[in-house]
C-alpha cells in the first residue's frame, strides 16, 4: 500500500512553524512586502506556477476554481511544469511539504490544486 504524501497548503505570510517541514512557494510573483529571510523558504518553485494568462484569467474568483483547477491540471502535462511537479513529489516521499502561496484564501490557490495532486 501506498502511502499518501503529507502536503499542506499556507499562506507565505504566516510564521513559520516548526511542523512545516520543506517550505516551497509555488507563485510565480514574489509576494509583497515579504523578505526572503521572512519568508523562511527552502525553496521557490516558480516553474511550476499556472501561466500568466492563467492566473490573471482566474484572479481568483471562488467561481472560476473548479475551471481554473482542470486548466492548470492541462499546464502541469507541460514538460517545464511536469519536471518542477515531479521535483514537488520527490521533496514529498519522506517528509512533510509544506506549499507557500501569497493569496488571500490559500483554499483556492494553485497550491491548493498541487496539493492535492501531490496526495492522489
Not at 512586502?33 to 525553496?43: H, P, Q, R, V, Y
Not at 514538460?79 to 512533510?96: I, S
Request: aromatic content about 6%; some cysteine; overall charge neutral.
Amino acid at each position: 500500500m501506498v502511502e499518501k504524501a503529507d502536503v499542506q497548503v499556507r499562506r507565505v505570510y504566516d510564521e513559520a512553524g516548526e511542523q512545516d517541514g520543506v517550505r516551497v512557494l509555488v507563485d510565480r510573483l514574489w509576494p509583497r512586502g515579504m523578505t526572503k529571510i521572512k519568508a523562511a523558504l527552502d525553496e521557490w518553485c516558480k516553474d511550476v506556477a499556472p501561466s500568466t494568462a492563467l492566473r490573471k484569467w482566474y484572479n481568483h474568483d471562488p467561481a472560476k476554481f473548479e475551471e481554473f483547477a482542470r486548466r492548470y491540471g492541462v499546464e502541469l502535462e507541460q514538460v517545464e511544469r511536469g519536471t518542477a511537479l515531479q521535483h514537488l513529489r520527490d521533496l514529498a516521499v519522506d517528509r512533510r511539504l509544506t506549499l507557500l502561496t501569497g493569496t488571500k484564501n490559500p483554499d483556492i490557490s494553485e497550491a491548493a490544486v498541487l496539493a492535492d495532486i501531490l496526495r492522489r
